[in-house]
């Protein structure tokens, strides 16, 4: 037996094994001490226990590391593109040229989306949050593009990736578009994946939209620093609703369901809103701060603070840089990255949040970024759930393939009433 730790219960002593991660993160494999012991272990929140094993992405969060298949996501942001580095998680290892224009030719091939969806869209509420209209499109992919027969479960899964990967960008583009009442724009195959959804959201009959350069290698920067961040809340309900074996388009439809949610991707359109009422406000971040460090008050600083890192978000600083870059090659001022700035500024210095580790996440600047290439602030999470699909499909198909897969069914401590007897109405007592 390899190395072991020694729990005492009841006066029994039993012995653990200990899992050692390839960079030396260290975890005592429990999935025996019910058996053992007869006790469970409980960890609200999940912030100390590892529901898998894994190979795609590394993070540490106490030195603001984060690389994908060992590659850091600096160098990443820094020389790939987000369809090499979407290929470098799905497939876990970068593609040679050949890989690479083979996969931008099927991404191409499959880009269309069946016409009768425009008419989904149609029939949600005008003010529909694009969030929720794209987890439904996505779980409605699935009826649309049945199982094909003949193909092995390896090509299955291979074509639903490809299928996914080109059509969550595509039917994004078309909510934009259907939201405005605007003519819907179609993929074309002379364009990247990135110069073409610039061009579905902007192109118009009237105003061909030109292509920017710079503003196509700030979005590849943006989706390829969300492409994946291991264990976060929407990718373990990915790997969580999977476990049932439901179809990879339902996984990813309640990934992004999850990824909603203000505390998690929401927090990107949090953020600018934060900041848009501290412009109204008269531009002064203090009360702001005094509020985000009172326990009485829900408010929180957003784009501030992350369960895993407890340093600097390493994305956070790429994003602040090409914030920087595009609004410089835009020639635009924006008031709110003086406020982020300021506000950066000072709670960096502020005991409350030096105390609590809070620093400024991936989320902090992106809004402003997104801003900038002119994406309304409630498509910001929509942006980032194109960005994590990759990472999501990985960690599902690693589940799949994983000896240990198992129907994810956690355990709990029951806290309510002992055996109660049934009390027929109309021997009730009102107890209001
Ligand atoms: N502003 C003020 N206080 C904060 C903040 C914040 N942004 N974040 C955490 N804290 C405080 C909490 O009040 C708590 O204080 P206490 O210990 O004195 O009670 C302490 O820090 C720990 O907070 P938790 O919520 O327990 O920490 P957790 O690890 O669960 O939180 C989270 C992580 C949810 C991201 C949190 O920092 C937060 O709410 N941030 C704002 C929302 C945000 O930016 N989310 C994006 C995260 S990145 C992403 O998903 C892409």
Known sequence: MGETVKLIIEGKTIELPVLTGTEGEKAID?????????????DPGMANSGSCTSSITFMDGEKGILRYRGIPVEELAEQST??????????????????????????????LVHEDMQFFYQNFPRASHPMGILSSMVNALRSFYPELEGLSQTEEINMTVTRLLS????????????????????????????????NMMFDTPVRPYEIDDDLVQAL?????????????????????????RVNLYAAISAGIAALWGPLHGGANQAVITMLEEIHSSGSDVTPFLKRARDK???????????RIYKTHDPRGKIIKSVCD????????????????????????????????????????????????????????????????????????????EDVNWKLHRPRQIYTGPSETAYVPIDKRKNTI
């Open 325 to 400: 870059r595009v609004l410089k090659k835009l020639r635009r001022h924006d008031p709110l990255l003086d406020i982020a700035q300021k506000l950066e500024e000072v709670a960096l210095k502020d005991p409350y949040f030096i105390d609590h580790h809070l620093y400024p996440n991936v989320d902090f600047y992106s809004g402003i970024v997104l801003r900038a290439l002119g994406i309304p602030t409630n498509m910001f999470t929509v942006m980032f759930a194109i960005g994590r699909l990759p990472g999501w499909v990985a960690q599902w198909k690693e589940s799949t």
């Open 220 to 244: 590849n920067v943006f989706w390829i620093l969300h492409g994946d961040h291991e264990q976060n809340c929407s990718t373990s309900t990915v790997r969580v609703v999977g476990s049932a």
């Open 82 to 111: 987000f369809v090499e580095t979407a290929y470098l998680l799905v497939k876990g290892r970068l593609p040679t040229k050949k890989q690479l224009n083979r996969f931008s030719i099927s991404l191409n091939d499959n880009s």
């Open 296 to 306: 009485n008050d829900p408010f929180r600083l957003m784009g501030f603070g992350h």
């Open 30 to 42: 429990i999935s025996r001490l019910r058996e053992l012991t007869g006790y469970i272990t409980l």
């Open 167 to 198: 059509k969550l960008r595509t039917l994004a583009a078309m909510s934009y578009k259907i939201s405005r009442g605007h003519k819907v724009i179609y993929p074309r195959p002379d364009m990247c994946y990135c110069s073409n959804f610039l």
